[in-house]
């Protein structure tokens, strides 16, 4: 980061006392920081210990006879390399999403050309409020990036989603936005893996899938500068560098993780073979081998893919279709009835690759437009995936 300018603002929350350590890794790696900060960042926090961190004088007046005699405000906003606020509160996203400019930094986040992250921190009732929800919806829309926020445990003794990001993971992202890359402004929300539906307390059901693709790709697109989140069933791979992991077992609790996170992303991947159907009763106690037959009973699982391509603001979609037969003709209509942008179709019988094997081929199918990539190691078919999906999500806008 040697000689880039990071512009970091402060809003009033109580994650601002993270905003040190931030200003102190970012100083660390090189970077010029301006601290700005709101008039509620300074219950929590005082701009003297900023500036003692930063080297720099904290800004937060816009009506400052000093600074503003040269319209200081456009000036902070020309200067940055990169706007961060971290913690952006609720009450901050609601502002920028109504462009008001009533303070120093929605002011200079409004005349700013640099690129915009906010990394939110609230309550998580607060986060999943439909205003909250359909600001975040509104910034994300105008190409303002979401860093986060976190699911776990609060300042006010709850759990859920709201957690500022850790400096340590925030610098990570500054990093690779940086530094570039395809989708170095893109946050990435994908499933990989099986899920396990229980039948009773030691017994499931589920599927080959061993999450080789879907750990590639989310790799693939990491390496790319995506900020990935990896919602995975149960496999025996180990959880890739930098990218954030949420560990599954059922459709159910994929489709919660995935429900929980999709809002503040760009692109949803579904590489996970969901099950479609799980048992209808989970016994409490282990079936006894006494009758000759057994029925067990299933129901259908909700389809997370179509769930969140129906969404009012729904992310670009990237489908999977494991087909047994004419793959491109079923995936085609899958990708039509389900509603995706994209759809990867893949031949899953078994001297083909698909489940289990380190190698796979796919035809991705998008409107208007078809991609063979034959079989390869499915490293390299998630590279190339990621290159092709660069193309058709530029051309979406
Ligand atoms: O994990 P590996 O061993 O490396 O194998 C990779 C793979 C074969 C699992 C992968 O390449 C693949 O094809 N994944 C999708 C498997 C699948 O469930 O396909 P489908 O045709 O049944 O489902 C279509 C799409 O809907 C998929 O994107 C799936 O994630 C999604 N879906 C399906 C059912 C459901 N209830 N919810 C979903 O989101």
Aim: charged share 20%; glycine share 8%.
């Amino acid at each position: 980061m040697n000689g880039k300018r990071v512009l970091v603002g402060v809003t009033g929350g109580i994650a601002a006392y993270k905003s040190v350590e931030l200003v102190r890794l970012l100083r660390r790696a090189g970077a010029e920081v301006q601290v700005v900060v709101t008039r509620a960042a300074t219950e929590f926090i005082t701009p003297m210990t900023l500036q003692a961190i930063s080297g720099r004088v904290v800004r937060q007046q816009l009506f400052d006879p000093v600074n503003e005699a040269a319209m200081g405000h456009i000036e902070l906003a020309r200067w940055a390399d990169l706007v961060l606020v971290a913690p952006a509160s609720a009450d901050f996203m609601a502002r920028l999403a109504a462009g008001m400019a009533d303070d120093l930094l929605t002011t200079l986040s409004l005349a700013t050309e640099a690129p915009l992250v906010l990394a939110p921190a609230m309550n998580r009732a607060m986060w999943r409020n439909p205003a909250t929800r359909e600001n975040v919806a509104r910034l994300i829309r105008r190409g303002i990036r979401m860093w986060g926020p976190a699911v776990g445990d609060q300042a006010c003794g709850e759990q859920g989603p709201g957690r500022m990001l850790e400096p340590a993971q925030l610098i990570d992202q500054v990093q690779r936005l940086l530094a570039g890359g395809l989708f170095s402004d893109v946050q990435l929300l994908i499933t990989a893996g099986p899920t396990r539906e229980a039948i009773d307390p030691v017994r499931f059901l589920s599927n080959r899938s061993s999450g080789k693709m879907g750990y590639a790709l989310a790799r693939s697109f990491a390496a790319q500068g995506a900020l990935v989140t990896l919602v995975s069933g149960p496999v025996s791979l180990q959880e890739p560098p930098g990218i954030n992991c949420v560990q599954v077992e059922t459709a159910l609790q994929m489709r919660a993780a995935v429900m929980e996170r999709v809002a503040a992303c760009n692109i949803f991947v579904a590489c996970a073979a969901v099950a479609d159907y799980r048992p209808l009763e989970v016994m409490a106690r282990k079936i006894k081998k006494q009758a000759q037959r057994l029925r067990i009973e299933l129901i259908r699982n909700p389809d997370i893919l179509a769930e969140v391509a129906a969404m009012d603001v729904a992310p670009f979609t990237l489908g999977f279709a494991a087909e047994t037969e004419r793959p491109v003709e079923q995936a085609e209509q899958k990708r039509i009835s389900k509603g995706v942008d994209a759809i990867a179709a893949n031949l899953v019988a078994a001297a083909e690759g698909g489940f289990e094997r380190d190698e796979n081929a796919l035809t991705l199918l998008w409107e208007g437009g078809r991609k063979q990539l034959p079989m390869m190691e499915k490293g390299l078919l998630a590279d190339e995936l990621v290159k092709q999906m660069a193309e058709i999500y530029a051309k979406k806008g």
